[in-house]
């Protein structure tokens, strides 16, 4: 078992920035590929960025590409997502999750266990 708690969410407005953290449970987080994904009201969860174990290679959805950075450290068990030049259309529940078996891991399904979400607000 696997525990995801997410922080650094908040208010903020259009044009800023903001860090969430991961922090994971267990020590194998090393092997697993870590994804953030979102969800906003009355809409799907939705992929926003995923990181593979070593944290040599990364993927990000065109919404957030170029402006959202994925980083690991494997020594904290912690995963991060930063964020600049947040629109409105950020505002939603991030969650980070672990990665099961998969090739993409650009679907929830690929992904086992997940955190309880943290609030991104970006006001215009």
């Known amino acids: 078992q696997v525990q995801l708690v997410e922080s650094g969410g908040g208010l903020v407005q259009a044009g800023g920035s903001l860090r969430l953290s991961c922090a994971a449970s267990?020590?194998?987080?090393?092997?697993?590929?870590m994804g953030w994904f979102r969800q906003a009201p009355g809409k799907e969860r939705e992929f926003v960025t995923r990181?593979?174990?070593?944290?040599?290679?990364?993927y990000y959805a065109d919404s957030v590409k170029g402006r959202f950075t994925i980083s690991r450290d494997n020594a904290k068990n912690t995963v991060y997502l930063q964020m600049n030049s947040l629109k409105p259309e950020d505002t939603a529940v991030y969650y980070c999750?672990?990665?099961?078996?998969?090739?993409?891991?650009?679907?929830?399904?690929?992904?086992?266990?997940w955190g309880q979400g943290t609030q991104v607000t970006v006001s215009s």
């Open positions: 267990g020590r194998t987080f090393s092997l697993y590929t």
């Open positions: 999750a672990v990665g099961d078996i998969g090739v993409s891991f650009r679907r929830p399904e690929e992904y086992r266990y």
């Open positions: 990181i593979r174990p070593s944290g040599g290679s990364t």
